[in-house]
């Protein structure tokens, strides 16, 4: 594992990728993160309560990471990340347990709902990046758009849609591929465990069904947020004084990012 990570870091490095220290951090905090969970985890999963408390915990630093991911705006605008995650999660999950494909217990609960709002992690930061980033990139489009007569959530939307609906590709190639170029880690997990293969692919498939179903959700609220201007970066202004001359008005007057 160590050799692993020098050999990563180095990679990163070497290539000028600008992430060698955030890739030896990342690995740092997993060993200790993982540490942990393995010491609590053991006294979690025997109780509801405490697992309750456990799913909060990962929905919370969830929102933190995807939050600061999109925007680094002042103030809360951040905690907008638990609008996508939370309307992605709560409902499959609770779809999940009503149904009783998902028993109620501590030792299915945790890893599921872990999975689940990991998938919307990854879709709320980078559909709501995509999108910032294509409508900072485009801003002379949006204000054509809002010059058109155009209400400003649906010039918004007309730009950035399109970039940030590929957020959802790697869960479409992930659920188009399995078995053929992958097998996950819910199904590999089950057959260490003794578990048959059929009832392994049959987790695993609800597992990646419920993934396309959340991060689809995930994706459609972001751009809400975006087209809203609920979400957003904060507006640059060149110079202290008066804008420069490509300073357009809607970023003036109309902050869209």
């Not at 940030?164 to 590999?188: E, H, K, M, N, Y």
Request: with cysteine; aromatic share 4%; proline share 5%.
């Amino acid at each position: 594992m160590v050799v692993l990570l020098v050999a990563a870091v180095a990679v990163a490095g070497r290539g000028m990728l600008g992430h060698g220290h955030a890739v030896l951090r990342a690995g740092v905090r997993a060993v200790v993160q993982l540490a942990a969970v393995s010491l609590v985890i053991t006294f979690v999963v025997h109780s509801l309560w405490w697992t309750a408390v456990f799913v909060l915990l990962m929905f919370s630093v969830a929102v933190r990471t995807a939050g600061r991911r999109i925007t680094d705006e002042p103030g809360w605008s951040w905690a907008w990340a638990a609008a996508p995650i939370g309307a992605g999660v709560l409902p499959v999950l609770v779809l999940l347990l009503a149904g009783r494909l998902l028993p109620l217990q501590g030792l299915s609960v945790v890893p599921v709902a872990g999975i689940l709002i990991g998938g919307a992690l990854s879709a709320t930061s980078l559909a709501g990046r995509r999108a910032l980033d294509e409508l900072n990139q485009r801003h002379g489009e949006v204000e054509a758009a809002l010059a058109l007569g155009l209400p400003d959530r649906e010039a918004r939307l007309e730009i950035c849609r399109t970039a940030a609906a590929t957020s959802l590709v790697p869960a479409l190639d992930q659920t188009r591929t399995v078995g053929l170029v992958t097998l996950p880690g819910a199904f590999v997990g089950m057959l260490l465990g003794g578990s048959s293969p059929v009832a392994a692919g049959a987790v695993q498939l609800f597992v990646l069904v419920a993934l396309l179903a959340v991060e689809a959700v995930a994706i459609v609220v972001v751009l809400e947020l975006v087209g809203r201007g609920l979400v957003r970066r904060p507006v640059q202004v060149r110079g202290a004084g008066r804008p420069g001359p490509r300073a357009s008005r809607w970023r003036l007057r109309r902050p869209v990012q």
